[in-house]
C-alpha cells in the first residue's frame, strides 16, 4: 500500500503547527528568529533541519469575498471534518486589499525520484510505504541528490554534511501512527492514507470548490503527468504552480545531463567517422 499526503491548501490558516510538530517529533533544530522580510514566514523554505515549510503568499485580489464552505468525507486513518470553516487563508479580499495563500510544502515522495536515481551509495530507498526514505547510516554526503531534486527539497546538513528530507514519519507508520504534521495539523488541511482513498477524497474537494465558484481549484501532482511521475505527496491548489514556487512540468535534471551526453557521443562518433574516413583516404594515396 503507498501512503502519502494530500494537501489542501484552501483550509490551510498558516498557523505552523506542522513545522512545530515536524521539528519536536524528529528533534530537528530551530532555524532561528530572523526577520527574513519574506512576509511573516522565519523558515523561508525546506532544508535538512527543516522538513515542513508553511509558504505565505500575500496577493492583491478584486473579487468579492465567497460563503463559507462545508465539507464532509470519510476516510480510514483520517477523519477529514472541515464542516463551517472560513477559507481565510485564500478568500480574496475586498478591492485593494491582498488575499493570502498558504501551502504547507514537504518533499513529494515522487514515484519516479530523482534523488533515488542519483544516489551512488543506496542510501536513498523506496520502502514499504512507498516512500522516498534517506537512510541516514548509508548516507555519506555526496551531494548528488540535492541538484537532481527538482523542487530543492533535499539539502545536506551543515554539522555533518549528510542529506536530510521528510522521512514521511516512517517510524511512526511502522507503529500504524499518522505522521506528526498531519496529526497536529488543526484543519486537517494536511491529510495522511492511503494515495488512492486520498485522491478519491481530494477530487470531491475540488469538485466541491469549483462549484462554489473556485474555478481555478485544481490537483497538482495527482496524476503521472511529468518526469518525476505522481506525487505521494500532492496538493490542491487555487493558483499557478508558480506562485506557491512549484514547477509546473518538474523535470529530471539527471535526464538533461543524459541528453548532453547523448549528444556528446554523437558528436564523438561523427568525429571518428570523419577522422577515419580521412586516414583511408591519406593511406589509399
Known sequence: MATGFFTDT??????KACEVACKQWNQLPADGYALTGESYDNTSSLGATTWRHVTFIEQMATKPQIPLLNL???????SLLV???PLTAN???QDGLPRWLMMSNVCKHCTNAGCLEACPTGAIIRNEFDDVYIQPDICNGCGYCVPACPFGVVELAKD????FKCTLCYDRQKDGLEPACAKACPTDSIIFGDIAELKVVAEKRVEELQNRGYTNAYLYGADENSEV???????LLLDKPQVYGLP???PLPQNKAKNGWLASLAASAVAGAVVAIAFGKGRSK
Do not use: H, M, T, W
Open 160 to 163: 555533518d554534511g549528510r542529506a
Open 10 to 15: 484552501s483550509v490551510c490558516i498558516g498557523c
Open 248 to 250: 509546473e512540468n518538474p
Open 91 to 93: 478568500l480574496p479580499g
Open 72 to 78: 464532509k468525507v470519510d476516510l480510514p486513518q483520517a
Open 83 to 85: 464542516e463551517g470553516l
Open 229 to 235: 511521475g505522481r506525487l505521494n505527496a500532492f496538493f
